[in-house]
C-alpha cells in the first residue's frame, strides 16, 4: 500500500500545526504552501484527485470556531472536523492528513455540501464542539489502544443489519452528530425515534435497512482524547422496504433505491465506552469501491 513506511515521530502539537498550515493553505488556494511528500494520495468526496484540484478551485473560507481535532502521533495521523465555504454555500468536512517526515502524504477530505450528495447537513456557524470531544480523558478512565479500535468496530458491527443487539458498549448520555444535525435526544418532527437515545436507538433495530458496514479503516487514535477515527462505507440494497422494530411495531424503510454512504467517523471512549459520535458522510453510487484500499500515489512535482 501506498505511503506504507512507518510513521515518523510527531509530537501532537506538530501534528495539528500542520493540519492549521493544511486548513491555511486551502484557504488560500494554494497547495504550493503545503510541504508535500514526494508521493501523494488525495482524496475529496472518495474519488482520489490530483493535488491542487477539486476543492482547492473553489473554497472561498475557512470558519474556524468549530475546530474539533483529533491527534494520533504513533501513526503520524491528524483528522480535523468544521465548516468549509464556497462561493455562497457551506459545507460540514470531515479531513484526515498522514504527515510522514514533516511532509503531507495522505489527505483525506469527505464534504457534505447542501445541494450535494447529503443527506441533510445541518450549517450552524454558531455550533462549537462539544466540550467532551475536546476534553483529555483522565487517566484512570482511558482505555487501550486495540480496544478503542475493537469498541468502534463494533458500532458498525451494531449498525449493520441491526436487529437490536449491541456489538459495543454505550454510555448513558451519548449523543450522535451526523453532518451538523443531531440525531439523539433532540425532537425532530417526523422522526420520531430521534428522541431516543444511542443505545436505545439501536436496541430497536431501526436501523436493519444497513446491508453492509465494509472497507472499514480506523486509521487513526487519539489515546490522550480518547478518539477514534473511521472511515468506511454503509451500503443500502434499498430491498428491505418495511422494518419491524424490535417492539413489534412496523415502519417504512427510508430507503428505497440502492446506494453507499463514504464517512468519516469519530467515537469518543470513556472507561470503556463509547461516550459521543459525530460523523461526516456523503451519498455515493452503491457499492462504489474505495481509493483507499489499493491506491496510486500522485507524485508532487
Not at 170 to 180: A, L, S
Not at 222 to 235: M, N, P, R, S, Y
Request: charged share 25%.
Amino acid at each position: 500500500m501506498a505511503n506504507s513506511l512507518p510513521a515518523t515521530a510527531h509530537t501532537r502539537g506538530e501534528l495539528c500545526a500542520r493540519m492549521d498550515a493544511f486548513l491555511d493553505a486551502l484557504s488560500a488556494r494554494d497547495a504550493s504552501q503545503v510541504a508535500w511528500a514526494e508521493h501523494v494520495v488525495f482524496t475529496e468526496n472518495n474519488v482520489q484527485l490530483a493535488v491542487g484540484d477539486g476543492i482547492w478551485n473553489t473554497v472561498t473560507a475557512i470558519p474556524r470556531d468549530y475546530d474539533l481535532k483529533a491527534a494520533d502521533p504513533a501513526t503520524g495521523q491528524v483528522s480535523w472536523f468544521g465548516f468549509v465555504t464556497e462561493g455562497p454555500d457551506t459545507a460540514v468536512m470531515g479531513l484526515r492528513l498522514k504527515i510522514e517526515a514533516g511532509r503531507v502524504a495522505e489527505a483525506e477530505a469527505i464534504i457534505c455540501r447542501p445541494h450535494e450528495l447529503g443527506p441533510f447537513p445541518v450549517i450552524d456557524l454558531d455550533r462549537r464542539p462539544r466540550e467532551s470531544l475536546l476534553a483529555d480523558v483522565p487517566q484512570e478512565q482511558r482505555t487501550a489502544r486495540e480496544r478503542m479500535i475493537a469498541l468502534a468496530n463494533g458500532y458498525f458491527d451494531t449498525l449493520q443489519l441491526n436487529d437490536g443487539k449491541l456489538f459495543t458498549h454505550f454510555t448513558d448520555n451519548c449523543d450522535r452528530i451526523e453532518n451538523g444535525l443531531q440525531t439523539t435526544n433532540v425532537e425532530i418532527e417526523g422522526y420520531p425515534i430521534a428522541a431516543m437515545g444511542t443505545g436505545d436507538q439501536f436496541r430497536l433495530g431501526q436501523y436493519k435497512y444497513d446491508d453492509r458496514l465494509r472497507d472499514r479503516r480506523f486509521p487513526l487514535v487519539d489515546e490522550q482524547k480518547g478518539l477514534v477515527i473511521a472511515a468506511g462505507f454503509i451500503d443500502h440494497s434499498g430491498r428491505i422496504t418495511e422494518v419491524t422494530w424490535t417492539d413489534g411495531s412496523t415502519h417504512d424503510s427510508i430507503f428505497h433505491f440502492p446506494h453507499s454512504f463514504a464517512l468519516l467517523e469519530m467515537f469518543k471512549i470513556v472507561d470503556g465506552k463509547i461516550a459521543d459520535v459525530e460523523a461526516v458522510f456523503i451519498t455515493v453510487p452503491y457499492n462504489m469501491p474505495s481509493p483507499w484500499i489499493a491506491p496510486q500515489p500522485y507524485v508532487v512535482r
